[in-house]
Nanobody, 123 residues
Framework: QVQLVESGGGLVQPGGSLSLSCARSGIIFNRHTMGWFRQAPGLEREFVAAKSWVGGSTYYADSVKGRFTISRDDANNMHYLQMNDLRPEDTAVYFC????????????????WGRGTQVTVSS
């Protein structure tokens, strides 16, 4: 049974940092793209970041580029999202996901999902 479990969410002040983790289990994921998405209240789920297994290429939404960093540790079946310079508009539930495409930012192409972790940016 495939499982993805996020951790690391919480409340942080604007300008602060958080590090999200995604623990993967069930199958070997070294030929998959790892992704992060988020969903704010009343809005659709949106792409945040992805890291391909092909050459380790990374992709970011324009809104987080330069502030967020995605990484993966396939030996330990983990991937991460380091979030710096957080802004109130980053407030959302963050989901980790796995795709069997070599690169995709489309949520429909992700086949496994975690349940999400809440990130709140507020003073």
């Amino acid at each position: 049974q495939v499982q993805l479990v996020e951790s690391g969410g919480g409340l942080v002040q604007p300008g602060g940092s958080l590090s999200l983790s995604c623990a993967r289990s069930g199958i070997i994921f070294n030929r998959h793209t790892m992704g992060w998405f988020r969903q704010a209240p009343g809005l659709e789920r949106e792409f945040v970041a992805a890291k391909s297994w092909v050459g380790g290429s990374t992709y970011y939404a324009d809104s987080v580029k330069g502030r967020f960093t995605i990484s993966r540790d396939d030996a330990n079946n983990m991937h991460y999202l380091q979030m710096n310079d957080l802004r109130p508009e980053d407030t959302a539930v963050y989901f980790c996901a796995v795709s069997d495409w070599h690169y995709t930012t489309d949520a429909e192409n992700y086949i496994y999902w975690g349940r999400g972790t809440q990130v709140t940016v507020s003073s």
